[in-house]
């Protein structure tokens, strides 16, 4: 009985692990769609993709593409329809939480498909930058 109950502790605590760490037992497989952002800040491979708050998906790659810009790999719920018209964001989770990739969905009645891009993006806030702009005073309407 000790023996089974060990077993069972350290199938449990190894459940724990994966659910806390990201991980997963599925295999990444659904629907792939791109994401290019100017600044991505602290976004890392594994971070949730979300629309309305609910988890639809994953961060699987993120590198640098042609242009210098952070091109994004998301893999999405293949039972969801993500409008073509849609935008993503860089969101952080609480003030100094991690961050995710949040899908606001447009009302264009054509789909995304696998292997297409998100259109609309918004980067990610730096709060360095933002710091620097309240104490120099700069304004982006300035152009400076």
Sequence with gaps: MVGLFVIVG???LGYLSLQVGGLSWNAPGGLVIYARFDEIGGLKVRAPVVIAG???GQVT???LDDTLRARVTLDVDPTV???ADSSAAIRTSGVLGDQFVAIEPGADTRR???GEE???TQSALSLERVIGRFVTGENEEDGQ
């Design 54 to 56: 609910v988890k639809v």
């Design 10 to 12: 350290l199938a449990a």
């Design 81 to 83: 329809e993500i409008p």
């Design 61 to 63: 790659d993120v590198r």
């Design 118 to 120: 998100l259109m609309y």
């Design 112 to 114: 995304l498909g696998a």
